[in-house]
């Protein structure tokens, strides 16, 4: 009878090998964050005989192992140094899930989760579909003379079509004033402050690259300060800020003034009609010819 009850149980235990359970379906990571790959066994495994293997099925690299007793971060493929972590608690509790942080583009793909015992082994497959991402990048500084267009660079970096972003926004932060606002397709004039309402554009041409750079038009003197750029898709935002700095008058036109200054002392009173010409025409970068009884010559403004 004892016998046959020994045996009984010797049966169940080796003909029935362990349940483990995996992800209910895909996962979606994003860019930079972490993910949990689940895989659990239904009651908790003896510690002393359990070896956890994670790794890819695409390739050989071992993604993570726990083998007699203890977690072998040295056996891990370079990849995922630092990056794939067990659950403290995990094992004892016959939770052997896998915490993979910063998560990158290439970490989309299955991974296969392998539990062995002594007398059995077992194994369940996830699968990390999508790795979300939203990256504004900018570059930085720009800067513009009075009365001149200029272009303050932002790059929208998503996995969701440029079209299809909740919106991208641009705003003074210093001011928390609207400069332009991108949704649903489209530039949205209403919401922009009067101040922008007809100098700020976009490049429509460009925005399915993901370029959403700002156009300013007929720079002003208060334009200048620190501008955000900032997009916006369900739980996920991203944005970066651009200082627009050095708003003078155009160099073209200081120049002209010195050349000025240079022609009045060469010329005194002769000079002055001359002069007045000169800067409205220095404005425009053009070639501007000084006569006079004392001195004659070509001044050559060049832009830059
Ligand atoms: C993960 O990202 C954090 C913050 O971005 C960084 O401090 C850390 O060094 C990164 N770890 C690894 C292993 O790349
Ligand atoms: C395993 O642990 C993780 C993190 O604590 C938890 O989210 C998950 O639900 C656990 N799995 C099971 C089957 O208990
Ligand atoms: C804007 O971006 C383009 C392309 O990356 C670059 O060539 C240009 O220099 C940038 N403009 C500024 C003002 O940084
Ligand atoms: C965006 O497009 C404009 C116009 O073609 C260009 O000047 C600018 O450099 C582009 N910016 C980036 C970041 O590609
Ligand atoms: C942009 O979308 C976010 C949510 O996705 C919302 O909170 C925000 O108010 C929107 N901004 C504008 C200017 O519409």
Request: with cysteine; net charge negative; proline share 5%.
């Amino acid at each position: 009878m004892a016998l046959e009850s020994l045996l009984m149980v010797w049966i169940l235990t080796s003909s029935e090998a362990f349940l483990l359970r995996g992800p209910a379906g895909p996962l979606v990571a994003q860019l930079g964050g972490s993910v949990l790959l689940p895989c659990s066994a239904e009651t908790p495994l003896p510690l002393e005989e359990l070896e956890v293997e994670w790794r890819r099925t695409d390739s050989e690299a071992l993604v993570h192992l726990f083998q007699e007793g203890e977690v072998r971060p040295e056996s891990q493929s370079y990849d995922y140094s630092g990056r794939a972590h067990f659950l403290t608690e995990g094992f004892a509790a016959g939770n052997y899930s896998l915490l993979l942080t910063n998560v990158t583009r290439a970490d989309g793909r299955d991974y296969i989760c392998k539990v062995f015992t002594n007398l059995d082994s077992n194994e369940i497959t996830a699968e990390i579909k999508d790795i979300e991402r939203l990256v504004v990048t900018g570059t930085g500084v720009a800067s513009a003379y009075v009365g001149d267009e200029v272009t303050l660079n932002c790059s929208v970096d998503s996995h969701i079509p440029p079209g299809e972003l909740d919106n991208v926004t641009w705003k003074r932060k210093d001011q928390e004033m609207l400069v332009l606002v991108f949704r649903y397709d489209q530039i949205v004039p209403v919401s922009a402050h009067e101040l922008y309402r007809d100098r700020a554009d976009l490049f429509t041409a460009e925005i399915p690259k993901g370029n959403f750079s700002l156009r300013l038009k007929h720079v002003r003197p208060e334009d200048k300060g620190e501008y955000v750029c900032e997009a916006h898709s369900g739980h996920l935002s991203a944005s970066t800020i651009i200082v627009l700095q050095g708003l003078g008058p155009p160099p073209v036109l200081i120049l002209a003034l010195v050349l000025c200054v240079i022609a009045l002392l060469l010329a005194l009173g002769l000079g002055v009609p001359s002069c007045i010409h000169l800067v409205s025409n220095g404005k425009d970068r053009i070639y501007t010819q000084y006569h006079s009884g004392h001195f004659e010559g070509t001044f050559l403004v060049t832009p830059f």
